[in-house]
């Protein structure tokens, strides 16, 4: 037996529950970690509330991402044996499999070397952040050395992660938070520009950075009514990324200007890159050779123990964070 996380309804995070459950042997394409660390991820306060893309299978499970030693594979696996120390990446459905526990199984595709010089908390760090940003910006948007790329919420560890994978290929990053609270961190964390959403008009400042040309690319996880002053700020044939609903607004096209502008607004998640091999493959090693050179960091902003998970939540859901949130276990 083993100690796990669940909840029985939706809600808010008290209805995360302690539960001990049997976690068995790892069946084919499967890996028994033992859990050091777990990474939370905005995705599973929604799943956990009910406002996900899927709908919680109840009595559910929870989470995704997080770090451990491997206890055991199952048949048909490569790549990774007992005693490795491993990442787990996001890469399946929380209905399937779940990582907020002391012991889980997870599927073997979403398990990954642990990358050199990360010890366990670091590498529950990085890789939803870094796949995340990867796969809008490198894969889809080409984002190449002198486009300007507007980050709306900057201090979260995908915003961290998106300034620098910019400023690895010559990009300029303009990061955006909504008060002046954070400015100074994010210049620190390498963000070119930064602006004040509530403080500072967000158009003028990105056309007085780039000179009227305006951003190529827009990574936004907030949505709503801001798309519009994002579209703004946008240069023609521009693209506009939109990866989360955190404002929880309607998030209309902005027609007429998208018509003059000639931009595309599209949804985009992690499962894009993901559920392709050859762009996961490409990724992963994307990722791998930031970090070895330096220029990826593990951003953390805080850490929970285990019994704190309804407490981690709450703080997830506060919006103070700078960087990824993780609970190590036991």
């Known amino acids: 037996m083993t100690q796990a996380i669940r909840f029985h309804e939706t809600g808010g995070p008290e209805v995360l529950r302690y ?8 069946g084919a394409g499967e890996v028994r970690v033992q859990v050091e660390a777990i990474g939370l991820n905005r995705a599973e306060a929604m799943f956990r509330s009910g406002a996900y893309l899927e709908d919680p299978k109840l009595p559910a499970g929870i989470g995704y991402e997080g770090a451990g030693i491997v206890e055991a594979v199952g048949e048909d696996v490569t790549g990774v044996a007992a005693g490795d120390a491993v990442s787990v990446i996001p890469a399946f459905s929380m209905n399937d499999y779940s990582f907020y526990a002391e012991r889980a199984i997870v599927p073997a595709h979403a398990v990954t070397p642990r990358p050199r010089g990360l010890d366990a908390v670091q590498a529950s760090a990085v890789w939803m952040p870094f796949l995340t940003a990867y796969g809008a910006l490198i894969e889809i948007g080409e984002l190449a050395a002198g486009d300007a790329v507007i980050i709306p919420a900057a201090s979260s560890s995908v915003g961290l992660a998106a300034i620098e994978i910019a400023n690895r290929v010559g990009a300029i990053s ?23 959403t509530e403080e500072q008009d967000v158009a003028a400042e990105v056309m007085r950075i780039t000179e009227n040309a305006g951003a ?5 996880p907030v949505a709503g009514s801001g798309v519009e002053t994002l579209v703004d700020a946008m240069a023609p044939a521009g693209i506009l990324f939109v990866y989360g609903a955190l404002s929880g607004e309607p998030t209309p096209f902005p027609l007429i200007k998208g018509l003059n502008k000639a931009l595309t607004m599209r949804g985009y998640t992690l499962f894009e ?48 964070q700078f960087g990824k949130i993780v609970v190590t276990v036991p």
């Open 19 to 26: 539960e001990d459950v049997e976690v068995g042997e790892p």
């Open 174 to 196: 303009i990061a955006a938070t909504r008060t002046s609270a954070k400015v100074d961190e994010l210049k620190k964390a390498g963000a070119a520009h930064v602006i004040a």
């Open 216 to 220: 190529r690319v827009v990574f936004d």
């Open 273 to 320: 890159v993901i559920g392709d091999p050859e762009r996961f493959a490409r990724g992963k090693r994307f990722v791998t050779d930031g970090l070895e050179a330096g220029d990826f960091t593990a951003t953390v902003s805080r850490t929970f123990g285990f019994a704190e998970m309804v407490e981690a939540h709450r703080y997830m859901e506060s919006n103070q």
